[in-house]
């Protein structure tokens, strides 16, 4: 819940739901101005304290791992993600999330078209997500959305895909583009 309850709370009017057999499989929410949410850091650092994920025994690698990532990447001059820049070319922004097996349905489709023509309805210059770069099926997915790479591939500390470190990915897009 640390991605959604601050859209609900926020932004109510912007969540909408995939379903199948009656089930639900899936949400897209949104915020129409990104500066209307709290920051990517402080949603972290609040579930953090909240959930008190700090005192859990299994958690204790993770922030390890993220602590010597930043540490290595800050001796190697490599850029760390951190937080969220609001660009006003692109001030909306999405999250998105299927369960596994609604993967490949149409389902996510379904969602970000809703999301789109909200949008365009509502005169929105254009939107940005965040993804990793390693997770090339989401990545080809918000391709075919219209959404294209913007700006650098900073690290994503702690963070591994099949053992190694993942990179985060800003992906904007505009009713602009469209046509």
């Given at each position: 819940?640390?991605?959604?309850?601050?859209?609900?709370?926020r932004?109510?009017?912007?969540?909408?739901?995939?379903?199948?057999?009656?089930?639900?499989?899936?949400?897209?929410?949104?915020?129409?101005?990104g500066?209307?949410l709290?920051?990517?850091?402080?949603?972290?650092?609040?579930?953090?304290?909240?959930?008190?994920?700090?005192l859990?025994?299994?958690?204790v690698?993770?922030?390890?791992?993220?602590?010597?990532?930043?540490?290595?990447?800050?001796?190697?001059s490599?850029?760390?993600?951190?937080?969220?820049?609001?660009?006003?070319?692109?001030?909306?922004?999405?999250?998105?999330?299927?369960?596994?097996e609604?993967?490949?349905?149409?389902?996510?489709?379904?969602?970000?078209t809703?999301?789109?023509?909200?949008?365009?309805?509502v005169?929105?210059?254009?939107?940005h997500?965040?993804?990793?770069?390693?997770?090339?099926?989401?990545?080809?997915f918000?391709?075919?959305?219209?959404?294209?790479?913007?700006?650098?591939?900073?690290?994503v500390?702690?963070?591994?895909?099949?053992?190694?470190?993942?990179?985060?990915?800003?992906?904007?897009?505009?009713?602009?583009?469209?046509?």
């Amino acid at each position: 819940m640390v991605y959604l309850d601050p859209y609900i709370e926020r932004c109510p009017d912007t969540l909408f739901l995939a379903e199948a057999d009656g089930r639900l499989v899936g949400y897209l929410t949104g915020c129409p101005d990104g500066a209307l949410l709290p920051g990517e850091d402080d949603r972290m650092t609040q579930a953090i304290i909240r959930h008190k994920v700090m005192l859990r025994p299994r958690s204790v690698p993770f922030f390890a791992r993220s602590l010597f990532d930043v540490v290595r990447a800050k001796v190697r001059s490599v850029e760390v993600a951190s937080g969220e820049g609001v660009d006003q070319r692109w001030p909306a922004h999405l999250h998105i999330n299927l369960v596994p097996e609604a993967r490949g349905t149409g389902a996510a489709n379904e969602l970000m078209t809703a999301w789109q023509s909200w949008l365009t309805h509502v005169g929105s210059p254009g939107c940005h997500l965040q993804t990793l770069v390693e997770n090339s099926r989401a990545t080809r997915f918000f391709e075919k959305c219209g959404f294209v790479p913007h700006g650098s591939t900073p690290l994503v500390p702690g963070v591994r895909f099949r053992g190694k470190p993942v990179h985060q990915q800003t992906m904007v897009w505009s009713p602009s583009q469209q046509g």
